[in-house]
């Protein structure tokens, strides 16, 4: 078997009580091996209504530890209420944790049957909103998010892949079920997976290239260059949105211009030349906020709504957010915060069955709104563009 050897060394010694005490270590069966992983559990969460479920996917001689490390979603987690799943690659025969995910289908371990039978696992414990499941990744778990997006769309509803893309030999098995919102973060002075590609690795810009035809999206892109606020980092970031996609699908390149095999955002920057202009964990969660499975797909929305749901419209939204219950309830309070945390608006004895909000004075970005009734209490999100 032939196995490409890459991406990213990150060899951390330091203390796991780092991490909250919802940091959670576990094992499961899959393809009769014993598979471990880390679940983060936000501190909002109470398990009343499902939430959001994140896989985060380590680069090739990493680990779930050092992953939780580097690219940091806790933060983010805690004020958004999703998950975090941080699971453990195999060892190849180097003795290097690694996703098998250069090889053709059914060669080696079976990574997207483990992250599947993962994901049943934590959805079986966990109240999880089986609509708003992603993946992410560094470098080989970059590689093995775009895996996913091809082979496990059925659960997968948007990936972001950091410093990663699609390798030659796996390529040809993606087939994707749906329409697949799709961001790429990559450094242009890569020497790990270069931007240009090689002859394992597909170029960056046709990773994009295929998920843009994919997806039916415009052909030019909406161009943005990145204010350069940090000039220390040595880098600079350019954003490229190609919208119009079918179910209203993305694919979002940043381009990171003399970046290095890293992060963006990190805290981390002693592993290479890292862009500091954007936060890659922030970036990548108001990209996958967006998305929920049975929009880009053909279930029902009857199938999966539940008594007492919440509608926002438009979302995202550029002038206003109309909130309505869909039950009898009136809606009592309406509390508004910031992806921080920060309560942006408090509004308390409405008595109404809808309630309009300005966004007047709002800057672009995601939100969390929770709604207060008689018989309902319920958080979401909406976004202003």
Not at 92 to 108: A, K, L, S
Not at 209 to 238: H, L, M
Request: aromatic share 12%; glycine share 6%; proline share 4%.
């Amino acid at each position: 078997m032939r196995i490409k050897l890459f991406i990213l060394s990150l060899s951390f010694l330091v203390s796991c009580n780092l991490f909250s005490q919802t940091t959670i270590l576990d094992t499961i069966e899959s393809g009769g091996l014993q598979r471990n992983f880390r679940l983060y559990v936000p501190t909002a969460y109470d398990g009343s209504e499902p939430v959001p479920l994140v896989l985060n996917l380590h680069g090739y001689t990493s680990d779930a530890f050092g992953q939780d490390l580097y690219a940091n979603f806790r933060v983010i987690a805690d004020t958004a209420n999703f998950l975090i799943v941080l699971p453990n690659g195999t060892l190849d025969g180097f003795g290097q944790r690694y996703w098998n995910c250069f090889t053709e289908p059914g060669i080696g371990v079976d990574d997207v049957a483990f992250l599947s039978d993962l994901i049943d696992s934590v959805s079986a414990n966990y109240n999880v909103d089986a609509n708003r499941i992603y993946s992410t990744g560094m470098s080989n778990g970059g590689f093995m998010s775009h895996t996913l997006a091809c082979e496990l769309s059925n659960k997968i509803a948007a990936i972001a892949s950091v410093a990663g893309s699609m390798d030659e030999d796996r390529f040809p098995s993606c087939d994707p079920q749906h329409p697949m919102p799709v961001m790429q973060i990559h450094g242009t002075a890569d020497e790990t997976v270069p931007y240009e590609g090689n002859f394992d690795f597909m170029p960056v810009e046709s990773v994009v290239d295929y998920w843009k035809e994919f997806n039916n999206c415009d052909a030019a892109a909406e161009f943005t260059s990145i204010p350069d606020v940090i000039p220390g980092d040595s880098c600079t970031a350019e954003h490229y949105v190609y919208g119009g996609g079918d179910n209203n699908v993305n694919v979002e390149l940043f381009k990171i211009i003399d970046g290095g095999h890293t992060w963006p955002g990190t805290a981390l920057t002693f592993l290479g030349v890292t862009n500091l202009d954007i936060n890659a964990c922030k970036e990548i969660w108001y990209f996958f906020s967006r998305y929920r499975l049975d929009e880009l797909t053909a279930i029902s929305p009857e199938v999966i709504s539940t008594k007492n749901k919440i509608s926002i419209q438009p979302n995202p939204a550029s002038e206003f957010i109309t909130i309505t219950t869909e039950s009898n309830a009136l809606i009592n309070a309406i509390i508004v915060s910031d992806l921080e945390g920060r309560k942006i608006m408090e509004l308390q004895n409405l008595a109404v069955k809808n309630y309009s909000v300005s966004l007047e004075n709002y800057k672009r970005g995601i939100y969390f709104i929770q709604i207060k009734s008689d018989d309902l209490l319920s958080t979401t999100s909406f976004i202003k563009e």
